[in-house]
């Protein structure tokens, strides 16, 4: 769409997300600060079946478990976290780095709790949501993502929910807490281009076999015939006229 279309690129998709990062071409911005993440374990309530993928949701009634800084700019409160896969080991992210898909992607949300009464208002302007993006790499078993798969039999069927006491996400984390920043999108309905992304660069283990139970996941409820949630990521999306900044040189 050309520049006299450019109005109204601007208030419909060109802010949308997954993308493929270039990394030669995210270039470091010296203004970015180091993220800040302070989770308080005592937060995390349950899991919950949504159909396309699972949740596992936190009390966001206060700034309890919050991350500022960053490419950020005031606290951000911590509302859920979930995965994106696909069918084989050899598909999954959402985000691409330099071309390579990896097998599974964690998104880590969070609303701008700074600026907005509830995560529904702040869905709704660009500076609402912060979305921590972590990709997944196949390796050895991964202890702290098994407590959430220990607990997916629990949530098998579409809308089942389980309580999800005391977890401690920030364990969930790698050391390294270098990202790539960019204006991206929700990446499911309703694709809201409210989200400031932070993928990390660098990527956590799961197993092959931890992977598998996430497909085993249905997307159908109790009472009806059984389809397993084997895929839920979205396509890269086109850049437009975005830049992606790396907190690193
Ligand atoms: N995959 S993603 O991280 O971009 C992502 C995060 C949240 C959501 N949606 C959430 S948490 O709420 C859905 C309902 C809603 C209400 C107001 S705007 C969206 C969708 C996709
Ligand atoms: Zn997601």
């Not at 071409?25 to 993928?53: E, F, W």
Request: net charge positive.
């Amino acid at each position: 769409m050309g520049a006299s279309h450019s109005h109204r690129n601007k208030h419909c998709h060109s802010h949308q997300s997954p993308i493929n990062i270039c990394t030669k071409k995210a270039r470091h911005d010296p203004i970015l600060k180091p993220l800040n993440i302070q989770y308080d374990s005592k937060t995390s309530k349950r899991i919950v079946n949504m159909g396309h993928c699972f949740n596992v949701e936190f009390d966001d009634t206060a700034d309890m478990s919050v991350i500022n800084d960053g490419p950020l700019t005031g606290k951000y409160r911590l509302r859920q976290f979930h995965f994106h896969w696909g069918s084989t080991d050899a598909d999954g992210s959402e985000h691409v780095i330099d071309g390579k898909v990896y097998p599974a992607e964690l998104h880590i949300v969070h609303w701008n709790s700074h600026r907005y009464p509830t995560f529904e208002e702040a869905a709704k302007h660009p500076d609402g949501l912060a979305v921590i993006g972590v990709l997944l790499k196949i390796g050895e078993k991964n202890p702290v993502l098994q407590t959430i798969i220990d607990n997916l039999g629990q949530v098998k069927t579409k809308g089942k929910e389980h309580m999800l006491i005391k977890y401690e996400l920030s364990s969930m984390l790698p050391k390294d807490l270098n990202y790539w920043t960019y204006p991206g999108s929700l990446t499911t309905e309703p694709y809201f281009e409210c989200v400031t992304w932070i993928v990390l660069q660098h990527a956590i283990p799961i197993s092959s076999a931890q992977l598998t139970q996430f497909r085993g996941l249905l997307c159908t409820a109790e009472n009806e015939k059984p389809v397993p949630i084997l895929e839920n990521h979205r396509r890269v999306q086109r850049l437009h006229d975005r830049v992606a900044r790396s907190s690193c040189t």
